[in-house]
């Protein structure tokens, strides 16, 4: 969907970073062979809440994101310009995989109805300085919580959506 | 069982400009043409009411973001 004219993202800024050249791979490829091993949840959680509860913050170095989706026409995307309303919700990428790897319930960890079946996941890798808010899934539709999550209170840059991909639990 | 009604697109385009309550979900409370408030409604992808009743789209009057 996303393979032509996508900006290189220079993650030099991340402790063990590298460039990703995401026009020539995936988001899921580039984590599979330790390119996107750069600095993905950099400030310590010091509370168990909710990530609308805390303060919000500007990205510090370069992170990756992932969110989980029923529909592929995801509509807090917007697919013009491959960015995220304002307000919407995502996980610290190493949060989203490790669920995907240790097959978790990607619902219970991120307590999402039941109705959402988890079908989509979107790579998300916003300029350094967004604005988020960061925290801990707390219960809601009769599941625990407890997964990390950010919400981007203004919505991301442009292109910072990198990859779509349909969710296959074997593959990560 | 649910019922999945979907909303109309000025709807849509107000809760899009809402935050969410999760990853891909919202709460809301839906108030009707003819007076009754349903509160504590889900909506998905911004577009979709999950209800316990059928209600035909064009008699929501107002929708709440909690």
């Not at chain 1, 290189?8 to 062979?33: E, M, S, Y």
């Not at chain 1, 330790?34 to 990530?51: D, P, Q």
């Not at chain 1, 999402?112 to 300029?127: A, G, T």
């Not at chain 1, 988020?132 to 919505?155: C, D, Q, W």
């Amino acid at each position: 969907m996303f393979s032509q004219n996508l900006p290189r993202f220079d993650l030099t800024q991340a402790p063990t970073a590298k460039v990703v050249d995401v026009n020539i791979i995936n988001g899921k490829q580039a984590f599979q062979q330790g390119m996107l091993n750069i600095k993905m949840f950099s400030n310590v959680i010091n509370e168990n809440t909710s990530a609308d509860k805390q303060q919000e913050e500007k990205m510090q170095v370069q992170e990756a994101f992932i969110r989980f989706s029923h529909f592929e026409n995801d509509k807090r995307i917007d697919w013009q310009n491959r960015r995220v309303l304002p307000g919407t919700y995502a996980a610290p990428i190493d949060d989203g995989l490790e669920c995907i790897k240790k097959k978790d319930n990607i619902n219970s960890r991120y307590a999402l109805p039941n109705s959402l079946v988890i079908k989509f996941i979107f790579y998300i890798i916003p300029e350094i300085g967004t604005f988020l808010k960061r925290g801990i899934v707390e219960p809601a539709n009769n599941y625990l919580g407890g997964g990390k999550e950010v919400i981007f209170t203004r919505g991301t840059n442009n292109y910072s959506v990198l990859k779509t991909d349909e969710i296959g639990l074997d593959e990560v | 069982m649910k019922f999945k009604v979907k909303l109309t697109e000025e709807k849509i385009k107000y809760l899009l400009s809402k935050p969410e309550k999760g990853m891909g979900y919202q709460i809301v409370d839906i108030k009707l043409i003819d007076g009754r408030i349903i509160s504590d409604v889900t909506v998905l992808n911004g577009e979709e009411l999950e209800l316990d009743e059928y209600i035909e789209p064009s008699k929501i009057l107002e929708i709440i973001v909690r």
